[in-house]
């Protein structure tokens, strides 16, 4: 497995190319959740005036919405999304990924070089990088054993 490949090569195969939703803080819950429905996305990212403020998840709206009893439609994002957010750099690897994941708890990571958002790497992203690229090698190993690799 290939666990030193660059975040920037794995953001660059995932599906629906570099396009990372975004929300401001001032919307409601409620307007951050039909976002996250529509979209069949788990996390949202919050800007405000073109700066990453904070990142809005479906474990903020368990924990710090539903869990805190607070209404939705009336609770703005900026009130319960995560700040303290864990950013990596687009030359970070996929094991750098996959420890800060494991060890922090969380399930996604935005990418970031020189204050700009490149895009979000999630846990399920990292999964399925590793998942392919084990398949090649297995593809490989089947063509070698069999024959069937160039010498």
């Known amino acids: ?75 703005l994002v900026a009130e319960v999304m995560t700040r303290e957010l864990v950013v990596m750099r687009p030359t970070s690897t996929v094991q750098d990924a996959m420890r800060v994941i494991s060890e922090r708890r969380i399930r996604h990571v935005p990418i970031v070089e020189e204050g700009k958002v490149l895009g979000v790497i999630s846990q399920g992203d990292l999964n399925h990088w590793l998942v392919r690229n084990q398949q090649a090698e297995v593809a490989q190993l089947v063509e070698y054993v069999t024959g069937k690799y160039p010498a």
């Open 1 to 75: 497995m290939d666990t030193q490949t660059p975040l920037a090569t794995v953001l660059s195969h995932k599906g629906g190319g570099s396009f990372t939703h975004s929300i401001a803080p001032t919307i409601t819950v409620v307007a951050a959740v039909d976002i996250l429905n529509q979209a069949k996305i788990g996390s949202v990212l919050v800007m405000d005036k073109g700066r990453l403020v904070g990142i809005f998840t479906e474990r903020d709206v368990l924990r710090r919405v539903v869990g805190s009893r607070l209404d939705p439609a009336t609770t």
